[in-house]
Protein backbone atom coordinates (compact mmCIF):
# COMPACT_ATOMS: atom_id res chain seq x y z
CA UNK A 1 0.00 0.00 0.00
CA UNK A 2 1.69 2.93 -1.49
CA UNK A 3 0.52 5.45 1.18
CA UNK A 4 0.05 3.48 4.20
CA UNK A 5 2.57 4.98 7.28
CA UNK A 6 1.50 4.02 10.54
CA UNK A 7 -0.04 6.66 12.84
CA UNK A 8 -1.62 5.11 15.45
CA UNK A 9 -3.16 7.87 17.78
CA UNK A 10 -4.39 9.60 15.03
CA UNK A 11 -6.14 6.77 12.93
CA UNK A 12 -7.17 4.67 16.36
CA UNK A 13 -5.66 2.16 16.22
CA UNK A 14 -3.12 2.16 18.34
CA UNK A 15 -1.84 -1.18 19.47
CA UNK A 16 -4.50 -3.25 17.60
CA UNK A 17 -4.13 -4.95 13.67
CA UNK A 18 -6.83 -4.39 11.41
CA UNK A 19 -7.38 -6.55 8.85
CA UNK A 20 -8.84 -5.79 5.10
CA UNK A 21 -9.66 -6.12 1.56
CA UNK A 22 -10.31 -3.48 -0.52
CA UNK A 23 -13.67 -3.09 -2.21
CA UNK A 24 -13.46 -1.02 -5.41
CA UNK A 25 -13.17 -2.32 -9.02
CA UNK A 26 -10.31 -0.06 -11.07
CA UNK A 27 -6.93 1.24 -10.17
CA UNK A 28 -7.79 4.76 -9.43
CA UNK A 29 -10.64 3.88 -7.46
CA UNK A 30 -8.81 1.64 -5.68
CA UNK A 31 -6.63 4.31 -3.79
CA UNK A 32 -9.12 6.07 -2.42
CA UNK A 33 -10.27 2.77 -0.43
CA UNK A 34 -7.79 2.71 2.58
CA UNK A 35 -10.18 0.37 4.63
CA UNK A 36 -12.63 2.91 6.36
CA UNK A 37 -15.40 2.01 7.83
CA UNK A 38 -18.09 3.03 6.01
CA UNK A 39 -15.76 2.84 3.21
CA UNK A 40 -15.53 6.92 1.87
CA UNK A 41 -16.13 5.34 -2.05
CA UNK A 42 -19.78 5.48 -3.18
CA UNK A 43 -18.57 3.22 -6.21
CA UNK A 44 -20.54 -0.23 -6.49
CA UNK A 45 -19.43 -2.44 -3.48
CA UNK A 46 -19.51 -5.24 -5.86
CA UNK A 47 -16.23 -4.97 -7.87
CA UNK A 48 -13.56 -6.10 -5.63
CA UNK A 49 -10.12 -6.85 -7.14
CA UNK A 50 -8.63 -8.09 -4.11
CA UNK A 51 -10.67 -11.47 -4.92
CA UNK A 52 -9.89 -13.29 -8.66
CA UNK A 53 -10.56 -16.53 -10.07
CA UNK A 54 -7.38 -18.83 -12.00
CA UNK A 55 -8.45 -21.95 -13.99
CA UNK A 56 -4.90 -23.15 -13.26
CA UNK A 57 -2.95 -22.02 -9.95
CA UNK A 58 -1.21 -19.54 -11.19
CA UNK A 59 -2.77 -16.74 -9.19
CA UNK A 60 0.36 -15.35 -7.83
CA UNK A 61 1.60 -13.72 -10.75
CA UNK A 62 -1.53 -13.51 -12.78
CA UNK A 63 -4.12 -11.64 -11.83
CA UNK A 64 -6.53 -11.67 -14.18
CA UNK A 65 -10.06 -12.48 -13.33
CA UNK A 66 -11.20 -15.65 -15.61
CA UNK A 67 -14.87 -17.16 -15.06
CA UNK A 68 -14.62 -20.56 -12.65
CA UNK A 69 -15.34 -23.46 -15.49
CA UNK A 70 -16.67 -27.21 -14.30
CA UNK A 71 -13.98 -29.41 -14.24
CA UNK A 72 -13.56 -33.01 -14.10
CA UNK A 73 -10.46 -35.54 -11.85
CA UNK A 74 -8.29 -33.93 -9.92
CA UNK A 75 -8.73 -30.16 -11.71
CA UNK A 76 -9.45 -27.31 -9.64
CA UNK A 77 -10.34 -23.38 -10.02
CA UNK A 78 -8.12 -21.66 -7.64
CA UNK A 79 -9.35 -18.58 -6.09
CA UNK A 80 -7.11 -15.82 -4.84
CA UNK A 81 -7.85 -12.89 -2.31
CA UNK A 82 -5.71 -10.23 -1.25
CA UNK A 83 -5.84 -9.06 2.79
CA UNK A 84 -4.42 -6.24 3.62
CA UNK A 85 -3.22 -5.00 7.63
CA UNK A 86 -3.61 -1.37 8.30
CA UNK A 87 -3.04 -1.29 12.16
CA UNK A 88 0.24 -0.56 13.91
CA UNK A 89 0.91 -3.79 14.71
CA UNK A 90 0.92 -7.93 13.25
CA UNK A 91 -2.34 -10.11 13.07
CA UNK A 92 -1.52 -13.20 14.98
CA UNK A 93 -2.05 -15.51 12.19
CA UNK A 94 -5.17 -17.18 13.78
CA UNK A 95 -7.60 -14.94 12.18
CA UNK A 96 -9.80 -17.27 9.15
CA UNK A 97 -11.23 -16.16 5.48
CA UNK A 98 -13.83 -17.46 5.13
CA UNK A 99 -14.78 -17.37 0.97
CA UNK A 100 -18.53 -18.59 -0.21
CA UNK A 101 -20.25 -18.44 -3.71
CA UNK A 102 -23.28 -17.53 -5.04
CA UNK A 103 -25.06 -17.41 -8.76
CA UNK A 104 -24.49 -14.22 -10.06
CA UNK A 105 -27.39 -11.72 -9.45
CA UNK A 106 -28.22 -8.23 -8.25
CA UNK A 107 -30.32 -9.01 -5.56
CA UNK A 108 -28.24 -11.36 -3.23
CA UNK A 109 -29.32 -11.28 0.43
CA UNK A 110 -27.26 -12.42 3.47
CA UNK A 111 -26.56 -15.11 4.36
CA UNK A 112 -29.27 -16.95 2.42
CA UNK A 113 -27.80 -16.96 -0.91
CA UNK A 114 -24.46 -17.56 0.32
CA UNK A 115 -25.04 -20.34 2.89
CA UNK A 116 -26.02 -23.43 0.92
CA UNK A 117 -30.39 -22.46 2.14
CA UNK A 118 -31.70 -21.69 -1.15
CA UNK A 119 -31.59 -25.31 -3.36
CA UNK A 120 -34.77 -24.72 -5.12
CA UNK A 121 -34.92 -24.73 -8.11
CA UNK A 122 -30.97 -25.73 -7.62
CA UNK A 123 -28.29 -25.06 -5.23
CA UNK A 124 -27.53 -20.99 -5.92
CA UNK A 125 -24.76 -20.77 -3.19
CA UNK A 126 -22.72 -22.31 -0.52
CA UNK A 127 -19.12 -22.02 1.31
CA UNK A 128 -16.18 -22.94 -0.99
CA UNK A 129 -13.86 -23.32 2.19
CA UNK A 130 -12.03 -21.93 4.56
CA UNK A 131 -8.24 -20.81 5.29
CA UNK A 132 -5.94 -19.39 7.97
CA UNK A 133 -4.77 -15.76 7.37
CA UNK A 134 -0.91 -15.98 7.42
CA UNK A 135 0.77 -13.35 9.98
CA UNK A 136 0.55 -9.89 7.58
CA UNK A 137 2.88 -7.14 9.08
CA UNK A 138 1.51 -3.59 9.72
CA UNK A 139 1.50 -1.86 5.91
CA UNK A 140 2.05 -5.26 3.96
CA UNK A 141 -0.82 -7.61 2.40
CA UNK A 142 -0.73 -11.65 2.12
CA UNK A 143 -2.58 -13.64 -1.10
CA UNK A 144 -4.68 -16.55 0.35
CA UNK A 145 -5.34 -19.47 -2.30
CA UNK A 146 -8.53 -21.53 -2.44
CA UNK A 147 -9.17 -24.31 -4.31
CA UNK A 148 -12.85 -24.85 -6.09
CA UNK A 149 -14.80 -26.96 -8.14
CA UNK A 150 -17.72 -25.23 -8.91
CA UNK A 151 -21.13 -26.75 -9.33
CA UNK A 152 -22.11 -28.70 -12.94
CA UNK A 153 -23.31 -26.39 -15.40
CA UNK A 154 -25.86 -28.99 -15.79
CA UNK A 155 -27.56 -28.29 -12.60
CA UNK A 156 -28.86 -25.35 -13.88
CA UNK A 157 -29.88 -26.20 -17.46
CA UNK A 158 -33.57 -25.37 -18.36
CA UNK A 159 -34.36 -23.15 -15.09
CA UNK A 160 -36.44 -20.42 -15.39
CA UNK A 161 -39.69 -19.63 -16.97
CA UNK A 162 -38.79 -19.53 -20.24
CA UNK A 163 -36.19 -22.69 -20.22
CA UNK A 164 -35.86 -22.21 -24.52
CA UNK A 165 -34.47 -18.64 -23.28
CA UNK A 166 -32.18 -20.09 -20.60
CA UNK A 167 -31.29 -23.70 -21.77
CA UNK A 168 -28.26 -23.19 -23.10
CA UNK A 169 -26.56 -20.20 -21.59
CA UNK A 170 -24.01 -19.62 -19.11
CA UNK A 171 -24.42 -18.43 -15.42
CA UNK A 172 -21.84 -17.80 -13.97
CA UNK A 173 -21.01 -17.00 -10.21
CA UNK A 174 -20.44 -14.09 -7.56
CA UNK A 175 -18.33 -14.92 -4.75
CA UNK A 176 -17.56 -13.56 -1.01
CA UNK A 177 -14.74 -12.92 1.15
CA UNK A 178 -14.96 -12.49 5.13
CA UNK A 179 -12.35 -12.31 7.52
CA UNK A 180 -13.58 -13.83 11.03
CA UNK A 181 -11.26 -13.03 13.66
CA UNK A 182 -11.99 -12.05 17.38
CA UNK A 183 -9.40 -9.56 17.18
CA UNK A 184 -10.78 -7.86 14.75
CA UNK A 185 -14.42 -8.24 14.30
CA UNK A 186 -17.15 -6.98 12.07
CA UNK A 187 -17.73 -3.54 12.96
CA UNK A 188 -21.26 -2.99 12.05
CA UNK A 189 -24.11 -5.70 12.93
CA UNK A 190 -23.79 -7.22 9.45
CA UNK A 191 -28.08 -7.66 8.02
CA UNK A 192 -29.85 -9.03 4.90
CA UNK A 193 -28.75 -5.95 3.51
CA UNK A 194 -25.31 -7.40 1.97
CA UNK A 195 -24.47 -4.05 0.32
CA UNK A 196 -25.22 -2.32 3.16
CA UNK A 197 -22.84 -5.08 5.02
CA UNK A 198 -20.14 -4.87 2.42
CA UNK A 199 -19.82 -0.72 2.80
CA UNK A 200 -19.97 -0.70 6.08
CA UNK A 201 -17.70 -3.14 7.29
CA UNK A 202 -13.84 -3.49 5.66
CA UNK A 203 -13.73 -7.42 6.75
CA UNK A 204 -15.73 -8.24 3.56
CA UNK A 205 -15.38 -7.87 -0.20
CA UNK A 206 -17.68 -8.99 -3.41
CA UNK A 207 -17.01 -9.74 -6.86
CA UNK A 208 -19.92 -9.82 -9.21
CA UNK A 209 -18.37 -9.70 -12.76
CA UNK A 210 -19.01 -12.33 -15.46
CA UNK A 211 -16.22 -12.20 -18.41
CA UNK A 212 -17.96 -12.52 -21.64
CA UNK A 213 -15.04 -13.67 -23.74
CA UNK A 214 -16.69 -14.11 -27.18
CA UNK A 215 -13.68 -16.46 -28.33
CA UNK A 216 -15.37 -17.89 -31.53
CA UNK A 217 -16.65 -21.55 -30.79
CA UNK A 218 -17.38 -20.48 -27.28
CA UNK A 219 -20.04 -22.87 -27.27
CA UNK A 220 -22.07 -23.44 -23.49
CA UNK A 221 -22.95 -26.32 -22.09
CA UNK A 222 -25.70 -28.41 -24.27
CA UNK A 223 -24.85 -26.55 -27.45
CA UNK A 224 -26.99 -23.64 -29.18
CA UNK A 225 -30.30 -23.89 -29.17
CA UNK A 226 -31.04 -23.49 -33.30
CA UNK A 227 -33.95 -21.02 -32.73
CA UNK A 228 -32.21 -18.45 -30.32
CA UNK A 229 -30.83 -14.97 -31.31
CA UNK A 230 -28.69 -14.33 -28.41
CA UNK A 231 -25.99 -16.30 -29.20
CA UNK A 232 -23.22 -14.97 -26.86
CA UNK A 233 -23.71 -13.76 -23.61
CA UNK A 234 -24.38 -14.27 -20.18
CA UNK A 235 -27.75 -14.56 -17.51
CA UNK A 236 -27.74 -12.95 -14.30
CA UNK A 237 -30.83 -13.21 -11.75
CA UNK A 238 -32.73 -10.40 -10.30
CA UNK A 239 -35.33 -10.52 -7.66
CA UNK A 240 -36.85 -9.12 -4.48
CA UNK A 241 -34.08 -10.00 -2.22
CA UNK A 242 -35.26 -10.46 1.67
CA UNK A 243 -37.92 -7.53 1.60
CA UNK A 244 -39.24 -7.55 -1.98
CA UNK A 245 -40.76 -4.22 -3.09
CA UNK A 246 -40.50 -2.08 -5.93
CA UNK A 247 -37.53 -1.97 -8.09
CA UNK A 248 -35.23 -0.12 -10.84
CA UNK A 249 -32.90 -1.64 -13.19
CA UNK A 250 -30.34 0.61 -14.41
CA UNK A 251 -27.64 -0.34 -17.13
CA UNK A 252 -25.24 1.55 -17.90
CA UNK A 253 -21.59 1.78 -18.83
CA UNK A 254 -18.98 2.37 -15.78
CA UNK A 255 -18.00 6.33 -14.54
CA UNK A 256 -14.63 5.69 -14.71
CA UNK A 257 -13.90 3.99 -18.32
CA UNK A 258 -10.82 4.50 -20.42
CA UNK A 259 -11.60 3.88 -24.18
CA UNK A 260 -14.55 3.58 -25.52
CA UNK A 261 -17.81 2.44 -24.10
CA UNK A 262 -19.28 -0.97 -25.07
CA UNK A 263 -22.20 0.59 -26.55
CA UNK A 264 -20.80 3.20 -29.14
CA UNK A 265 -19.09 -0.68 -31.10
CA UNK A 266 -21.95 -3.22 -30.12
CA UNK A 267 -25.73 -3.62 -29.35
CA UNK A 268 -26.54 -4.18 -25.97
CA UNK A 269 -29.70 -6.07 -26.08
CA UNK A 270 -31.45 -7.66 -22.82
CA UNK A 271 -33.59 -10.85 -22.85
CA UNK A 272 -35.88 -10.84 -19.59
CA UNK A 273 -37.84 -13.54 -18.73
CA UNK A 274 -41.59 -14.11 -18.76
CA UNK A 275 -42.40 -12.86 -15.46
CA UNK A 276 -39.60 -9.91 -15.41
CA UNK A 277 -41.42 -8.52 -18.78
CA UNK A 278 -45.11 -9.06 -16.93
CA UNK A 279 -43.78 -6.76 -13.82
CA UNK A 280 -42.45 -4.46 -16.16
CA UNK A 281 -45.81 -4.40 -18.52
CA UNK A 282 -47.75 -4.10 -14.93
CA UNK A 283 -45.21 -1.07 -13.99
CA UNK A 284 -46.73 1.16 -17.24
CA UNK A 285 -43.27 -0.33 -19.50
CA UNK A 286 -41.22 2.78 -17.65
CA UNK A 287 -38.19 3.16 -19.48
CA UNK A 288 -35.28 5.62 -20.46
CA UNK A 289 -32.84 4.97 -22.87
CA UNK A 290 -34.33 2.12 -23.55
CA UNK A 291 -36.17 0.07 -27.22
CA UNK A 292 -38.41 -2.61 -27.26
CA UNK A 293 -36.62 -4.45 -29.88
CA UNK A 294 -38.91 -8.23 -30.23
CA UNK A 295 -41.91 -8.20 -27.61
CA UNK A 296 -42.19 -11.43 -28.79
CA UNK A 297 -39.21 -12.87 -27.16
CA UNK A 298 -39.37 -10.21 -24.12
CA UNK A 299 -36.05 -8.12 -25.80
CA UNK A 300 -34.90 -4.64 -25.22
CA UNK A 301 -31.84 -2.75 -26.76
CA UNK A 302 -29.87 -0.16 -25.06
CA UNK A 303 -29.95 3.13 -26.95
CA UNK A 304 -28.17 5.16 -24.57
CA UNK A 305 -26.13 5.30 -21.10
CA UNK A 306 -27.52 5.33 -18.45
CA UNK A 307 -30.63 3.15 -19.51
CA UNK A 308 -33.36 2.62 -17.14
CA UNK A 309 -36.40 -0.03 -16.48
CA UNK A 310 -38.74 1.48 -13.79
CA UNK A 311 -41.43 0.32 -11.60
CA UNK A 312 -40.62 -3.49 -11.05
CA UNK A 313 -42.81 -5.49 -8.21
CA UNK A 314 -41.21 -8.19 -6.85
CA UNK A 315 -42.09 -10.54 -3.95
CA UNK A 316 -39.54 -11.37 -1.10
CA UNK A 317 -37.28 -14.07 -1.94
CA UNK A 318 -38.68 -14.24 -5.37
CA UNK A 319 -35.88 -14.91 -8.04
CA UNK A 320 -36.26 -14.27 -11.84
CA UNK A 321 -33.61 -14.22 -14.64
CA UNK A 322 -31.97 -11.78 -16.68
CA UNK A 323 -29.86 -12.35 -20.29
CA UNK A 324 -27.25 -9.99 -21.63
CA UNK A 325 -26.07 -10.14 -25.26
CA UNK A 326 -22.95 -8.30 -26.02
CA UNK A 327 -23.34 -7.92 -30.22
CA UNK A 328 -20.48 -6.07 -31.59
CA UNK A 329 -21.05 -4.16 -35.25
CA UNK A 330 -18.65 -5.10 -37.32
CA UNK A 331 -18.98 -1.57 -38.91
CA UNK A 332 -18.29 0.44 -35.86
CA UNK A 333 -15.21 -1.82 -34.71
CA UNK A 334 -12.05 0.14 -33.34
CA UNK A 335 -9.81 -2.70 -32.45
CA UNK A 336 -10.68 -2.18 -29.00
CA UNK A 337 -10.11 -5.56 -27.44
CA UNK A 338 -11.63 -5.55 -24.13
CA UNK A 339 -14.89 -3.29 -22.56
CA UNK A 340 -16.74 -2.99 -19.54
CA UNK A 341 -20.69 -2.88 -18.41
CA UNK A 342 -22.79 -2.09 -15.39
CA UNK A 343 -25.80 -3.69 -14.59
CA UNK A 344 -28.10 -1.99 -11.22
CA UNK A 345 -31.06 -3.17 -9.07
CA UNK A 346 -32.10 0.04 -7.40
CA UNK A 347 -35.12 0.41 -5.17
CA UNK A 348 -37.38 2.77 -6.83
CA UNK A 349 -38.34 4.78 -4.21
CA UNK A 350 -34.83 5.80 -3.07
CA UNK A 351 -32.28 5.31 -5.63
CA UNK A 352 -30.61 3.20 -3.35
CA UNK A 353 -28.16 0.55 -4.95
CA UNK A 354 -28.78 -3.11 -3.35
CA UNK A 355 -26.54 -5.19 -6.10
CA UNK A 356 -25.41 -5.19 -9.56
CA UNK A 357 -23.26 -7.23 -11.75
CA UNK A 358 -19.91 -5.67 -14.00
CA UNK A 359 -19.57 -7.71 -17.44
CA UNK A 360 -15.86 -7.70 -18.73
CA UNK A 361 -16.22 -8.15 -22.29
CA UNK A 362 -13.67 -9.57 -24.40
CA UNK A 363 -13.51 -9.69 -28.26
CA UNK A 364 -10.56 -11.31 -30.38
CA UNK A 365 -9.83 -9.58 -33.61
CA UNK A 366 -11.20 -11.31 -36.65
CA UNK A 367 -12.11 -11.15 -39.78
CA UNK A 368 -15.06 -8.82 -40.55
CA UNK A 369 -18.04 -9.69 -42.61
CA UNK A 370 -21.10 -7.94 -44.27
CA UNK A 371 -24.79 -8.75 -44.70
CA UNK A 372 -25.67 -8.29 -48.13
CA UNK A 373 -29.78 -8.41 -48.71
CA UNK A 374 -29.67 -8.15 -52.29
CA UNK A 375 -30.36 -5.23 -54.98
CA UNK A 376 -33.65 -3.48 -54.89
CA UNK A 377 -36.38 -4.54 -56.93
CA UNK A 378 -39.29 -3.30 -59.29
CA UNK A 379 -41.99 -5.30 -59.24
CA UNK A 380 -45.31 -5.42 -60.33
CA UNK A 381 -48.15 -5.69 -57.33
CA UNK A 382 -49.05 -9.16 -55.89
CA UNK A 383 -46.36 -10.77 -57.44
CA UNK A 384 -44.04 -13.41 -55.37
CA UNK A 385 -40.63 -11.90 -54.61
CA UNK A 386 -37.59 -13.90 -53.85
CA UNK A 387 -35.37 -12.25 -51.07
CA UNK A 388 -32.17 -13.77 -51.34
CA UNK A 389 -29.20 -12.82 -48.48
CA UNK A 390 -25.32 -13.74 -49.19
CA UNK A 391 -23.54 -16.25 -47.30
CA UNK A 392 -21.27 -14.78 -44.86
CA UNK A 393 -19.04 -18.10 -45.22
CA UNK A 394 -19.17 -19.04 -41.54
CA UNK A 395 -22.28 -20.26 -38.88
CA UNK A 396 -24.89 -17.52 -38.85
CA UNK A 397 -28.20 -16.51 -38.42
CA UNK A 398 -30.26 -14.31 -41.07
CA UNK A 399 -33.21 -12.61 -39.20
CA UNK A 400 -35.78 -10.83 -41.94
CA UNK A 401 -37.72 -7.77 -40.28
CA UNK A 402 -40.05 -5.56 -42.11
CA UNK A 403 -40.00 -1.93 -41.90
CA UNK A 404 -42.16 -1.36 -38.69
CA UNK A 405 -39.08 -4.07 -36.94
CA UNK A 406 -41.19 -7.02 -36.52
CA UNK A 407 -39.39 -10.30 -37.08
CA UNK A 408 -41.19 -12.07 -40.71
CA UNK A 409 -38.84 -14.83 -41.05
CA UNK A 410 -35.88 -16.54 -39.93
CA UNK A 411 -32.90 -17.76 -42.90
CA UNK A 412 -31.13 -16.79 -45.89
CA UNK A 413 -33.73 -16.86 -48.28
CA UNK A 414 -37.81 -16.78 -48.58
CA UNK A 415 -40.43 -15.20 -50.58
CA UNK A 416 -42.80 -12.00 -50.05
CA UNK A 417 -46.32 -11.22 -51.71
CA UNK A 418 -45.44 -7.74 -52.79
CA UNK A 419 -48.67 -5.90 -52.29
CA UNK A 420 -47.06 -2.17 -51.21
CA UNK A 421 -44.10 -0.53 -51.68
CA UNK A 422 -41.49 -1.64 -48.59
CA UNK A 423 -37.93 -2.05 -47.23
CA UNK A 424 -36.82 -5.05 -45.49
CA UNK A 425 -34.11 -5.06 -42.67
CA UNK A 426 -31.48 -7.92 -42.75
CA UNK A 427 -29.80 -8.87 -39.62
CA UNK A 428 -26.71 -11.43 -39.98
CA UNK A 429 -25.67 -12.80 -36.31
CA UNK A 430 -22.20 -14.53 -36.62
CA UNK A 431 -23.29 -17.48 -34.13
CA UNK A 432 -19.33 -18.05 -33.31
CA UNK A 433 -19.18 -14.92 -31.33
CA UNK A 434 -22.32 -12.69 -31.76
CA UNK A 435 -20.80 -10.43 -34.44
CA UNK A 436 -23.61 -8.82 -36.56
CA UNK A 437 -24.33 -6.56 -39.39
CA UNK A 438 -27.25 -5.20 -41.55
CA UNK A 439 -28.64 -4.41 -44.48
CA UNK A 440 -31.70 -3.30 -45.96
CA UNK A 441 -33.47 -3.91 -49.42
CA UNK A 442 -36.50 -2.44 -51.25
CA UNK A 443 -39.54 -3.95 -52.72
CA UNK A 444 -40.91 -1.54 -54.89
CA UNK A 445 -44.24 -1.70 -56.31
CA UNK A 446 -45.77 -0.52 -59.34
CA UNK A 447 -49.44 0.31 -58.50
CA UNK A 448 -50.14 1.43 -61.54
CA UNK A 449 -49.16 -0.30 -64.57
CA UNK A 450 -50.08 -1.58 -68.33
CA UNK A 451 -49.51 -5.48 -68.64
CA UNK A 452 -50.25 -6.41 -72.21
CA UNK A 453 -51.83 -4.97 -75.51
CA UNK A 454 -53.01 -7.55 -77.74
CA UNK A 455 -53.06 -8.17 -81.05
CA UNK A 456 -50.00 -5.70 -81.20
CA UNK A 457 -49.91 -4.41 -84.29
CA UNK A 458 -53.23 -3.98 -83.99
CA UNK A 459 -55.76 -2.79 -87.30
CA UNK A 460 -59.38 -3.05 -85.85
CA UNK A 461 -59.39 -2.92 -81.69
CA UNK A 462 -56.53 -3.66 -79.07
CA UNK A 463 -57.09 -5.29 -75.69
CA UNK A 464 -55.18 -3.62 -72.97
CA UNK A 465 -54.72 -4.80 -69.88
CA UNK A 466 -53.72 -2.82 -67.06
CA UNK A 467 -53.60 -1.87 -62.74
CA UNK A 468 -55.12 1.03 -61.84
CA UNK A 469 -57.38 0.24 -59.00
CA UNK A 470 -55.68 2.47 -56.33
CA UNK A 471 -56.26 5.52 -58.33
CA UNK A 472 -58.99 8.05 -58.07
CA UNK A 473 -59.43 8.32 -61.46
CA UNK A 474 -57.28 7.25 -64.75
CA UNK A 475 -57.15 7.39 -68.59
CA UNK A 476 -54.62 6.12 -71.85
CA UNK A 477 -53.81 8.36 -74.05
CA UNK A 478 -52.67 7.20 -77.43
CA UNK A 479 -50.04 9.36 -78.93
CA UNK A 480 -47.32 9.40 -81.92
CA UNK A 481 -43.90 10.87 -81.17
CA UNK A 482 -43.30 14.81 -82.39
CA UNK A 483 -46.98 14.86 -82.51
CA UNK A 484 -49.79 17.41 -80.60
CA UNK A 485 -52.59 15.23 -81.14
CA UNK A 486 -53.52 12.98 -78.41
CA UNK A 487 -56.44 10.46 -78.07
CA UNK A 488 -58.08 9.92 -74.71
CA UNK A 489 -59.70 6.85 -73.53
CA UNK A 490 -61.41 6.41 -69.80
CA UNK A 491 -60.32 3.95 -67.36
CA UNK A 492 -62.99 1.95 -65.03
CA UNK A 493 -60.54 1.92 -62.29
CA UNK A 494 -62.30 -1.41 -60.77
CA UNK A 495 -61.95 -3.42 -63.92
CA UNK A 496 -58.39 -4.26 -65.39
CA UNK A 497 -58.83 -4.88 -68.99
CA UNK A 498 -59.99 -2.41 -71.74
CA UNK A 499 -60.95 -2.38 -75.61
CA UNK A 500 -60.29 0.50 -77.77
CA UNK A 501 -61.37 1.03 -81.31
CA UNK A 502 -58.08 1.71 -83.49
CA UNK A 503 -59.11 1.65 -87.03
CA UNK A 504 -59.90 5.19 -87.57
CA UNK A 505 -55.99 5.72 -86.36
CA UNK A 506 -53.02 6.06 -89.18
CA UNK A 507 -50.67 3.75 -89.40
CA UNK A 508 -47.45 3.87 -87.07
CA UNK A 509 -46.14 3.43 -83.89
CA UNK A 510 -47.93 4.91 -80.72
CA UNK A 511 -46.85 5.28 -77.40
CA UNK A 512 -49.65 4.05 -74.85
CA UNK A 513 -49.67 6.01 -71.65
CA UNK A 514 -51.18 5.45 -68.51
CA UNK A 515 -52.27 8.32 -66.59
CA UNK A 516 -53.22 8.14 -62.90
CA UNK A 517 -54.90 10.57 -60.96
CA UNK A 518 -53.21 13.46 -63.15
CA UNK A 519 -49.67 11.64 -64.08
CA UNK A 520 -48.31 9.42 -66.22
CA UNK A 521 -47.75 6.13 -64.48
CA UNK A 522 -46.73 3.93 -67.55
CA UNK A 523 -45.79 3.57 -70.83
CA UNK A 524 -46.02 0.61 -73.86
CA UNK A 525 -45.59 1.04 -77.77
CA UNK A 526 -48.42 -0.13 -79.72
CA UNK A 527 -47.97 -0.71 -83.86
CA UNK A 528 -51.03 -0.03 -85.60
CA UNK A 529 -51.08 -1.12 -89.32
Not at 105 to 120: A, C, D, Q, V
Not at 206 to 220: E, F, M, R, Y
Not at 234 to 241: E, H, N, Y
Not at 345 to 360: D, L, M, P, Y
Request: proline residues 5%; charged residues 20%.
Amino acid sequence: WKTWECNCSKSGLDGTFDLYMKDTYDEVKSERDRGEEPNIDNAPMWESEDIWVRNTNDGFTTREHQNPEYMTGSNYNYVYVQVRNRGCIPNTGTEILDLRWAKAGTNLTWPNHWNGNITSPALMGNLISTQPIPVIQPGASAVVEFTWQPPNPADYVGLGSDPIFWADEPWHFCLLARIIATGDPMTFTETTNLNQNVKENNNIVWKNLTVVDLVPNNIPPGGWNPGDDKVVGAIISVGGGHTGGLFDFEFKNPDIYLGNPVTAEAEVRITLDAPVWEKWANGGFQRTNVEIFREDRHQIIITGSPARINNLMFHPNEMRLMHFSFNFLVNQLSGQTQFDYQAIQKVSFTNEAIGGERFHIKIPGREGFYADAGNDQLVSQYTEVDLEASDIGEPAIYNWYDQNGNLIYTGKDFTVSAEVTEKYKLEVIATNDGFKDYDEVEVKVKLYELFTMYPNPASDNVTITYNASSAGSAYLILTQPYSSVQNQYLLDTSLSETSIDVSYLSTGVYSVILMCNGGAKDVKNLIIN
